[in-house]
Structures are given as C-alpha cells and as structure tokens.
C-alpha cells in the first residue's frame, strides 16, 4: 500500500465534542475512518489526546489531528505491506507505552483508515477475515436499551441493562427482537413514570428514574414479554462499578445499600438466580481482580464474567486476568491501533474466553466495529439501543453484510 496523502479533520461525535477523522489516499480513491470516545473510561487506557484550554471546554483535538497531518509526510514515503507493518510504524512513531505522545485518536484513526485501504474493494469484514483466516460470522447484539451511571441522568448507579436475542436464527431476526423491546420498554417506561422516561441516554436507550437494578431489569423483562420474546432473549448488565466505587473505605455505594465486595457479590448471585442474566460487564473497580475470580467462579456455566475497564483492550493486563475473567470487551480505542486490538482478542481467545466487541458511548457514524465483529467471527458485539444514527449505523451494516450469506452466531458460555 502507497500512500499518496494523508488528511485528517475534527469531526463531531454523538455527545457533541469533537474527535479525529482521518483519510489514507491510495491510487485515486480515499479511504477514511472515525474514533469514538468513552464516558466511563479506564484509568489504564490509551491516552486520547485533547488540547485543553477554551475552546471545546478543553475537549478539542487540533494536536491529534495535527500529529496525523505530520505522520502523513512521513507515510508517503512508505510502501506497506500490511496491517502489521502499518502499525508498527504508527507505534514506533509514538514511542511510548500508552500513546500519550501522538494520542491514540490520531493513531487509530490511521490505523483503521488504513485497513479500508489494504481491504480496497473487497468488503472490511471479508478482507479482515481472510487475514485472520477465520470464516465470517454475524454476532449477537448486546443492545443497551436501558441506561444509568454516567450515561443517564438518573439515579440507577449500574451503568447498563442490556437484551439478547440469543433465539434468533438471523441478524434481520435479532434486530427486530431489539427494536420490538426497545419500543416497548419507551412506552411502558413512559406510562410508569412519565414523559421524560422516554428520554434517552447516550448510548441511545431510555433513562427513567429508576432507584435500583431491580426495577429497572423489572422493566425491561416485561417489555421483552410483552412481545412474546421471552423464549428467546436474555438479559445482560454493565456495572462500570468502579463508578460506584470509594476507593477510601473500600464499599461500593449501589442500589441505595454500602456494600463491601463479599456482599456486593452476594447481591450479584441473588440477581442472577432471579433474572437469569448471561453476562456481566465490570462487576467490580478496575484493581478488583481477585473479586472477579470469585465471581467467575460463582457464574461458571451460567453467566460470563466481561472485562472492560479491568483490562482496557490491554494484553499485559489480560495476562494478569487469566483467571479473573471468563470474556474480554473490546474497544479498539482503548490501545491504539487495529494490530493491538486483534492481538489482544487472540490471547483472551487461548484463556477460552468469548470474546465482545464494543462501540463507545460517544460514537461517530462510522460502522467498522460491526466488520471487525463479523471477521473475528467471536459472536458477540455490544451496541446500544436500536436509535440515533451513530448505533443504528452498525445495526444496518450487520443487516447489509447479512444479505452475503454470512450466518448468525449462537451465544455459547465460556
């Protein structure tokens, strides 16, 4: 892959604050690509390069966009034989541990740019799973129809109350599952506790103000019913606990109790044998691993135990939760490059971990992740609630990939 220019712009995501787009010219045609932005994030993420000051509150990104602009010069003097070589390049230009020079927005925003470009006319998903030498595969949508912590306005502490479609025989099938349940669950949500409860996060599914998981996982399986779902869907949550977490006493402060983490992990096993749900994402702070390892234990066979802020995409920090996780989220912003990302898949898959590919929650319309998901072939992908462009962006791209023959994953317990 020449590359004969390289330009990048600040784009606006779905929250409103600016991100990096970048594009790779290759022959005559451009080739461009987006990078999220996490509310909920982990302290040992990729740094994402801001500028700071006025404009934007401090959130603009005229550095990162800057640093792909310089990188380009360097580029055009490369010819790239592949993804790898293409990052290596991008991670040697950096030259530290968490990106904090160049800023994993502008390298990623290459980085996925440039595996459009290697892909050419060929379909992301397909060329992505020629090189991983894996038979494509449509993932199951975790669909984020109801929202708290950081993503809502309410007072629900547990950040997400997700559905599966794990019944469905197809994506188009799924999709409809979802859409019916969120529609629903606005409806009844609205009837309950009035017209804001219609009102939605940023990840797109509704915010009622809910007081604890209870009611809220309530709610959400009567929607699931009320369209005669309930043979086929299942229930999943985001704790993204270390929002809830006093570093200072040790509890966590949730569903209106101080918990310490035994009772905390209690209460989890109460909820799970009353609800069934199949997964659950950060159960506990991002330090906790000897508290997941209890948990996985206590799940095993009936729930996986996902790793998000835990584990940041991070192989290092994957190495160290062998035992503490039984499945990895994973966000390709989080370290920086596609490379990363994949290598990082590939040692949770040797654990005998699932493995979820994950939006953000300030998103941009670009679809990558559902390729990415379907060249993995892993079967799972967290999205949010079937509404706003920037999610149903990567629901009809699974719908459109779908009318290639690819087939619909079947959950599987790790």
Not at 179 to 190: C, F, G, I, N, P
Not at 244 to 258: M, N, Q
Request: glycine share 10%; charged share 25%.
């Amino acid at each position: 892959m020449k590359v004969s220019s390289v330009n990048a712009r600040w784009i606006l995501d779905s929250r409103g604050n600016p991100t990096v787009e970048a594009g790779l010219q290759v022959g005559r045609a451009w080739f461009t690509a987006s990078v999220p932005s996490g509310a909920s994030t982990g302290t040992h993420e990729a740094v994402e390069l801001r500028d700071g000051g006025r404009p934007f509150h401090g959130k603009g990104v005229s550095k990162a966009v800057g640093h792909v602009q310089a990188l380009g010069k360097s580029m055009k003097t490369k010819d790239f034989k592949s993804q790898a070589e293409l990052d290596a390049f991008l991670l040697k230009a950096d030259g530290t541990a968490n990106k904090k020079k160049i800023g994993a927005n502008a390298l990623l925003a290459v980085s996925l740019a440039g595996a459009r470009a290697f892909a050419g006319s060929k379909p992301l998903y397909s060329y992505l799973a020629a090189s991983l030498k894996r038979k494509p595969l449509l993932p199951l949508p975790f669909a984020n129809v109801l929202n708290g912590g950081k993503h809502a306005g309410s007072s629900l502490k547990i950040q997400e109350v997700m559905v599966v479609p794990t019944g469905a025989k197809t994506f188009g099938e799924a999709a409809q599952m979802v859409a019916e349940t969120y529609q629903s669950l606005k409806k009844d949500a609205v009837k309950k506790f009035g017209a804001p409860a219609g009102n939605v996060g940023d990840e797109g599914g509704i915010a009622p103000d809910v007081s604890n998981v209870r009611q809220a996982l309530d709610l959400v399986w009567r929607a699931v019913e009320e369209n005669g779902h309930g043979q086929k869907m299942a229930l999943a949550l985001d704790c993204a606990a270390s929002e809830f977490y006093d570093a200072r006493t040790g509890a966590y402060h949730v569903d209106g109790k101080i918990l310490t983490p035994g009772e905390l992990l209690n209460h989890y096993a109460e909820l799970q044998s009353q609800y069934r749900f199949i997964s659950i994402e950060d159960p506990f702070h991002e330090e906790a691993f000897d508290d997941f390892a209890r948990l996985r234990a206590v799940f095993a066979g009936k729930c996986q135990v996902v790793g998000d802020d835990l584990l940041v995409t991070n192989p290092a920090r994957i190495d160290r939760a062998q035992l503490s996780c039984s499945a990895l989220l994973l966000k390709v912003n989080q370290i920086g490059t596609l490379s990363e990302s994949l290598r990082a898949a590939q040692i949770a898959e040797s654990f005998g971990w699932n493995v979820m590919v994950s939006h953000r929650s300030g998103e941009t319309e670009d679809a990558f992740i559902s390729d990415l998901a379907t060249a993995l072939a892993c079967g799972q992908i967290k999205l949010g609630a079937p509404a706003r462009g920037e999610r149903t962006a990567k629901y009809n791209r699974l719908l459109r990939i779908e009318e290639d023959g690819v087939p619909l994953a079947r959950f599987k317990l790790p």
